[in-house]
């Protein structure tokens, strides 16, 4: 009888480098690198994770990235289960403080060199804000099941209702799951169990998000939503079937609005949201890997 598999932070983060980069306040964030096998690389992928999510999150796609010559960047976002300062966590959403750290993550790293950028859910809606409003400038760009939509949309006198309590106590906190199932556990996010358990027990998980935070993210959806048709970078999209946050016919009418003349749509039929921890791992990892190295000189 097989041994029974355990999903470790460490098992995840392996082959990784801990940095620490700075915010346009001078705020320290921790963060992960994969170095390049190919030392001689010139190729960066810069990486956006999701709502509660972690620059760790990014492992398997890191490593395979790494092994084609790619020296791959994950940061922690302000705001989420990483972010030093705990009275942001759950409750910190601006997109124009997120474009500050980023451009002061890029000087700081990049200094000029070209890039490419993957952005996973709520981050692939902050990589879409940063790019539309011109303060990232990456020559590839990969868009991993973004949250445009909710499933069941929330009914409009529920979001009105939230905006009306936000002015009278913006920092109380509601678990965000119960607008997307019903219940404030998590939702299958993919098929592998041992993955699942490590998404309920991470240290970084943040278990309720403020008002206020919740009207923003909101707002960040629609905003996406409009910035599609300003979207011209070349873009791959990743899309699931059973995302148990967005259905595939809301992503693919976002993807028709954007505006890039090279573009591709991918969407995986049996996988859940987190693509590459799911059941289309292998073609998943070399779909983003042909799409950030097939231009390569």
């Not at 709502?51 to 791959?72: E, K, M, N, Q, Y």
Request: proline share 5%.
């Amino acid at each position: 009888m097989p041994e029974k598999r355990q999903v470790t932070f460490e098992h995840l983060t392996r082959g990784a480098r801990h940095f620490v980069w700075d915010g346009h306040d001078g705020a320290a964030f921790p963060g992960l690198v994969w170095e390049a096998a190919d030392t001689k690389t010139q190729e960066h992928v810069l990486c956006l994770h999701g709502l509660s999510g972690a620059a760790a999150d990014f492992g398997p796609l890191a490593r395979h990235l790494s092994a084609a010559g790619c020296t791959v960047w994950a940061i922690n976002l302000r705001g989420q289960g990483n972010d030093p300062d705990h009275r942001r966590r759950g409750h910190f959403l601006d997109p124009q403080e997120w474009r500050a750290d980023l451009a002061n993550f890029t000087r700081e790293f990049f200094a000029g060199t070209p890039f490419h950028l993957v952005g996973e859910s709520m981050g692939a809606l902050v990589a879409v804000d940063a790019v539309c409003n011109g303060t990232l400038h990456p020559r590839r760009l990969v868009l991993s099941v973004p949250v445009t939509e909710i499933r069941a949309p929330v009914p409009t006198w529920v979001i009105d209702l939230l905006r009306q309590a936000c002015c009278l106590a913006p920092r109380v906190k509601l678990g965000p799951m119960r607008f997307v199932h019903g219940k404030t556990s998590i939702p299958r996010l993919t098929a592998d169990d041992e993955y699942m358990a490590y998404l309920d027990n991470i240290p970084h998980r943040v278990r309720g998000f403020t008002i206020d935070f919740l009207t923003r993210f909101h707002h960040l959806m629609q905003s996406a939503q409009q910035a599609a048709g300003r979207l011209e970078v070349p873009t791959l999209m990743l899309a699931a079937g059973r995302d148990v946050f967005i259905r595939a016919d809301q992503s693919r009418a976002f993807f028709d609005r954007i505006a890039a003349a090279e573009k591709e749509y991918v969407l995986y039929p049996d996988s859940h949201h987190l693509l590459w921890h799911d059941i289309n791992t292998d073609d998943v990892l070399a779909r983003i890997t042909r799409w950030i190295t097939e231009d390569r000189a």
